[in-house]
């Protein structure tokens, strides 16, 4: 469920048949069919909703659109900030983060996190409990701050010695 499907529902206290909404919205000069009412009330509606359909949907219940809007806004999620010490990452690091971000968050896209509570809410909720950080062990030098050449070069010869090939097509 989603919490404009909360709401909705909630707005549906007489428990009126899909149909029945559908034609109160077409009574308002609002055509909306059962079907989309369903997946609107289901919490199976697309992401974001279609501003015609929370139109008719506002209009089916006599509630102003806007209200249905924020419902539809509120994500449960917080915006991500990185450890105070990310400033002291270069520019590449900075890049191969932001790339992982964006892989991660390309995944989570039409994944079904109903189960997932964001990491402030269990913090909140007192299902986490505080950490102290752990030192983390210093990165090779491959992916330290850019070391220029050198780096490519060792990182090169420790790959030789194992055995490994190089994936460059340039390199022969």
């Known amino acids: 469920m989603s919490r404009l499907s909360d709401r909705l529902n909630e707005l549906n206290s007489q428990n009126l048949p899909l ?3 559908a034609d109160r919205a077409a009574g308002r000069g609002w055509k909306i069919s059962f079907t989309t009412v369903r997946t609107y ?23 102003p659109v806007s209200e249905l809007e924020e419902a539809a ?8 900030n990185p450890d105070p010490t990310s400033d002291q990452l270069t520019q590449p690091q900075r890049n191969a ?16 996190h109903d189960n997932v509570t964001p990491l402030s ?3 909140r909720e007192g299902t986490t409990t505080e950490t102290t950080p752990q030192k983390m062990k210093p ?34």
Request: hydrophobic letters at 35%.
């Open 97 to 112: 983060v932001n790339e992982i971000i964006r892989l991660l968050a390309a995944g989570n896209q039409g994944a079904d």
């Open 121 to 123: 809410a269990r913090s």
């Open 139 to 172: 990165l090779p030098a491959q992916y330290a701050a850019d070391q220029g050449d050198s780096a490519g070069e060792e990182g090169w010869a420790q790959a030789q010695e194992l055995g490994e090939e190089s994936q460059d097509p340039d390199d022969s």
């Open 19 to 21: 149909r029945e909404i």
């Open 41 to 63: 009330m289901r919490g199976e509606h697309p992401d974001p909703p279609s501003p015609r359909a929370l139109k008719a949907l506002a209009a089916a219940f006599g509630v």
């Open 73 to 80: 806004a509120y994500t449960g999620r917080e915006p991500f």
